[in-house]
C-alpha cells in the first residue's frame, strides 16, 4: 500500500458490504481500520478503469459505467441497461450490467441519487496550472505554497477544499488562487435550477516530488533494422536510409555542413525514413532539447598520395602571394581524402583568411578534375 496515496486492490470473488485492513510491518496513522465495500443495493464502477465509485461521487450523462448488483435494477426512461454477467457467489446471485444515461433529466437524476450517486451533464475540467505535479499512481505530488488552478466553468462555479484551508480559494478570471495545506482534495461544482450540473473532483499531496529525469528514447536504425548508436559514421546505412522513432511529437533537422538543409516535424511511434548523404547531419529534437544526432562524414585517408604531398609541400614554402579565402572553403576541405597534418594546414588558411596563391590554384586544380 502507499504511504502518501491511493491504494486500489483486486476484489476477485471476495463480495461483502465491508472490508477489515490489515496490515504487516509500517502502518499509517491515517489508515483506516475499515471500509466500505458493496453496496448489495448496487455498487457503481468506473467502465475504463474498473475502480469503485464511493457514495457521493459524479457520473456523467452518455458515460458507461458497471453496477453490481444481486438484484434486478429498476427501469427508467433515457437509462440504457445491459447485463453482462450473473455468478452466484456466497449462496446469492450477483449480477453485473452496463448502464448510461443518455439523458439529463429529473429521472435520470433520482436513478443515480438512489445509488448514492450525483449525475451531472457535464464535468469541469480543472488544470493545475501552478506548480508542476508529478504523478505517481493517480497520486499527483507538487511542492509548491501557492496553488494556481484554471477551469472551464462559469462565474458560479464552486471551489471547494477538504480540509479546508486557512484563508478560502480566491477567484481570478478564469482560474483559483489557493493556498496548499498538505493534502487537499478539491471539488468543483455548478448547479443549475438546484441540480448539480457540472462537477469535478481532484486530489492533491503536497510533498517532496521527485526531480530525477530521463531522455526521451530516440531509436535509429538502417535499412534492415541494425541499430546506429554512435553519433558519427564513415560509412553510409544500406541503401543511404536512415530510419527514426521517437517516443514524442518532435522535428528534424537536417544539415549539410553549417546549413540547414531541410526541417520535418515527427509523430510519437511512427517511423519516418530519411535518405543521407555524405557531409549530412540529422538532428533529432524532442520539444525544443536535441534528442539526439548523426553525422555522416568521408573516411579521411592517413595515408600520403602524390596530391596530398605536393600541396602540403605548397603551403608549407615561403609564398609572397596570397589569395583571399572564404569560411565556405572549410566545406569543400571537408571533401577531400587527406592526412590529419594536412587538414590542420588548410584549416589554418581557412581561419586567417588566406592561402599561398600558388598553392590554392594547385587545389582547384585537383577539385575541379577529381570531385
Known amino acids: 500500500m502507499n504511504d502518501n496515496g491511493l491504494s486500489w486492490l483486486n476484489l476477485g470473488q471476495d463480495i461483502n458490504s465491508q472490508y477489515a485492513v490489515q496490515t504487516k510491518g509500517f502502518r499509517a496513522a491515517y489508515w483506516p481500520d475499515k471500509i466500505p465495500g458493496i453496496n448489495p443495493d448496487g455498487a457503481v464502477f468506473d467502465s475504463i478503469g474498473g475502480k469503485m465509485l464511493y457514495p457521493g461521487d459524479e457520473v456523467v450523462e452518455g458515460r458507461s459505467y458497471y453496477l453490481l448488483v444481486d438484484s434486478t435494477p429498476p427501469y427508467c426512461d433515457h437509462i440504457l441497461c445491459s447485463e453482462l454477467a450473473r455468478k452466484t457467489i456466497g449462496g446469492k446471485i450477483w449480477r453485473i450490467y452496463q448502464i448510461r444515461a443518455n439523458a439529463f433529466s429529473p429521472d435520470t437524476v433520482r436513478y443515480f441519487l438512489l445509488l448514492h450517486m450525483h449525475l451531472v451533464k457535464k464535468m469541469v475540467s480543472l488544470v493545475l496550472l501552478w506548480p508542476p505535479t508529478v504523478k505517481v499512481q493517480e497520486t499527483s505530488f507538487h511542492n509548491g505554497n501557492g496553488l494556481y488552478v484554471a477551469h472551464n466553468g462559469g462565474k458560479d462555479l464552486q471551489l471547494m477544499l477538504f480540509p479546508a484551508g486557512q484563508q478560502p480559494p480566491q477567484m481570478r478570471n478564469g482560474y483559483y488562487c489557493v493556498a496548499s495545506n498538505g493534502f487537499q482534495q478539491m471539488a468543483a461544482v455548478q448547479y443549475h435550477n438546484g441540480q448539480r450540473h457540472q462537477s469535478n473532483h481532484t486530489m492533491l499531496w503536497q510533498g517532496i516530488v521527485s526531480k530525477e529525469t530521463r531522455a526521451p528514447t530516440v531509436v535509429l536504425s538502417d535499412n534492415k533494422g541494425a541499430p546506429l548508436t554512435s553519433s558519427v559514421y564513415t560509412k553510409l546505412p544500406a541503401k543511404s536510409l536512415l530510419h527514426i522513432l521517437t517516443e514524442f511529437d518532435g522535428k528534424i533537422i537536417i544539415e549539410y555542413g553549417s546549413k540547414v538543409l531541410d526541417i520535418q516535424y515527427i509523430r510519437a511511434d511512427e517511423p519516418k525514413t530519411l535518405e543521407v548523404t555524405f557531409g549530412k547531419t540529422v538532428r533529432v529534437f524532442q520539444g525544443n532539447d536535441i ?81
Open 291 to 371: 534528442a539526439c544526432s548523426i553525422s555522416f562524414e568521408r573516411p579521411h585517408l592517413e595515408k600520403s598520395t602524390p596530391f596530398t604531398t605536393t600541396l602540403l609541400q605548397l603551403l608549407q614554402q615561403p609564398a609572397t602571394k596570397y589569395v583571399p579565402v572564404r569560411h565556405s572553403m572549410g566545406n569543400v576541405i571537408q571533401r577531400i581524402p587527406m592526412n590529419e597534418k594536412l587538414k590542420q594546414k588548410l584549416y589554418f588558411c581557412v581561419r586567417s583568411g588566406r592561402m599561398p596563391a600558388e598553392a590554392y590554384r594547385y587545389l582547384i586544380d585537383y577539385l575541379v578534375n577529381h570531385t
